[in-house]
């Protein structure tokens, strides 16, 4: 049993505590949400009962800057998108350029692996990007991969393992890929994968060496 009497939530109520940088928040929000989990800040209020103002001017910063990341999908108008297979053409790839979760691409049943790839139509860059299931029918894709192509080949972009609602890949901090072909592998799933949603952007706000873009 636990004596009510003797809990405090905070001594100082965090007013001693700096905000996190801009920085912080945006490594947080990575590894969060942005990770098919929910952002907890915990940002506390002050003795009055209100957000310090310096906690709201970070938080504000901390929204336009995620709204400005993800507000240009460069995957949004793709000259061609095909895929593997489609079990129909009300399932077929292009629904992934739809964000709601009711369209999606479908296979063929039964196939145990598959890949969507995106004709961009012009080299566009990018070091972050976006993958969802229409979890509502359960979270299917174990493993997958993402690759553009260069004069070479296919190269290797971006790994996981699980995607779900929402799965952000962001690429080392030096890194920003530079491609017109993009490609969606599944090499590992339960059931047949679905995919809703895949998207492509630049985050400008975590790279160090912009001068060598």
């Not at 905070?10 to 098919?36: C, H, I, M, T």
């Not at 890949?115 to 961009?120: G, K, P, R, T, V």
């Not at 929402?166 to 994968?193: F, M, N, P, T």
Request: glycine share 6%; hydrophobic share 40%.
């Amino acid at each position: 049993m636990v004596n009510r009497s003797s809990i405090m939530i905070s001594r100082s109520n965090g007013q001693n505590e700096a905000p996190k940088s801009l920085e912080q928040l945006l490594d947080v929000f990575y590894k969060s949400s942005a990770r098919n989990c929910l952002l907890l800040l915990n940002v506390p209020p002050n003795s009055l009962g209100l957000i310090n103002e310096s906690d709201f001017q970070t938080l504000e910063r901390f929204s336009s800057t995620i709204d400005s990341i993800f507000s240009v999908n460069l995957a949004a108008n793709p000259l061609s998108v095909t895929a593997s297979s489609a079990c129909s053409s009300l399932f077929g790839p292009k629904q992934i350029l739809d964000e709601r979760m009711e369209t999606f691409w479908a296979p063929m049943q039964g196939e145990s692996t598959g890949w969507i790839e995106l004709d961009l139509g012009k080299v566009s860059k990018f070091n972050a990007l976006e993958i969802r299931e229409p979890v509502n029918m359960g979270q299917r894709v174990m493993e997958y991969l993402v690759e553009a192509w260069d004069s070479v080949g296919w190269y290797l972009v971006s790994n996981g393992s699980t995607i779900g609602y929402r799965k952000v890949d962001q690429l080392e901090e030096y890194q920003v890929c530079a491609a017109c072909l993009i490609r969606l592998l599944i090499d590992a799933l339960r059931g047949d994968s679905l995919i809703c949603f895949f998207g492509l952007y630049f985050d400008m706000y975590n790279l160090r060496h912009l001068s060598s873009i």
